[in-house]
C-alpha cells in the first residue's frame, strides 16, 4: 500500500508564497517522476511542475520563474515552492507520483486548497 500526503496549502495573499510538500510511503522500490497537478473549480486537472529522480524538472508555462520543484529521493518527497503568487493559482494541488512497487503505477494524493486572495 502506498500514500501520497501533501501539506502547506492555505490562504496567502496576492504576491505571497507557499511551500508545498508531499511525502510517499510504503513498499516502495524506486520512484520515477514526481510532480504537482491543480485543479480549479470549472477547470480540468492540469500539470503544474514535475521533476524526475534524476533532478530534471519541468514547468508549466503559468509559473515558470515563481514556482520551484525539488525532491528529496532519500525521504521520497517532493517540494513546491510557490512565490509571487497570483488569484489565478488558487486551486486544489495534488501530488502526483509514478512508483514502482513491484509494478509500475501512478499514484494521487488528496490532494491540499491553495487560495490566493486579499
Known amino acids: 500500500q502506498v500514500q501520497l500526503v501533501e501539506s502547506g496549502g492555505g490562504l496567502v495573499q496576492p504576491g505571497g508564497s507557499l511551500r508545498l510538500s508531499c511525502a510517499a510511503s510504503g513498499s516502495i522500490f524506486s520512484i520515477f517522476i514526481m510532480g504537482w497537478y491543480r485543479q480549479a473549480p470549472g477547470k480540468e486537472r492540469e500539470l503544474v511542475a514535475a521533476?524526475?529522480?534524476?533532478?530534471?524538472?519541468n514547468y508549466a508555462d503559468s509559473v515558470k520563474g515563481r514556482f520551484t520543484i525539488s525532491r528529496d529521493n532519500a525521504k521520497n518527497t517532493v517540494y513546491l515552492q510557490m512565490n509571487s503568487l497570483k488569484p489565478e493559482d488558487t486551486a486544489v494541488y495534488y501530488c502526483?507520483?509514478?512508483?514502482?512497487?513491484?509494478?509500475?503505477?501512478?499514484?494521487w494524493g488528496q490532494g491540499t486548497q491553495v487560495t490566493v486572495s486579499s
Open positions: 502526483n507520483a509514478r512508483i514502482n512497487t513491484g509494478t509500475w503505477r501512478n499514484y
Open positions: 521533476i524526475t529522480s534524476g533532478g530534471m524538472p
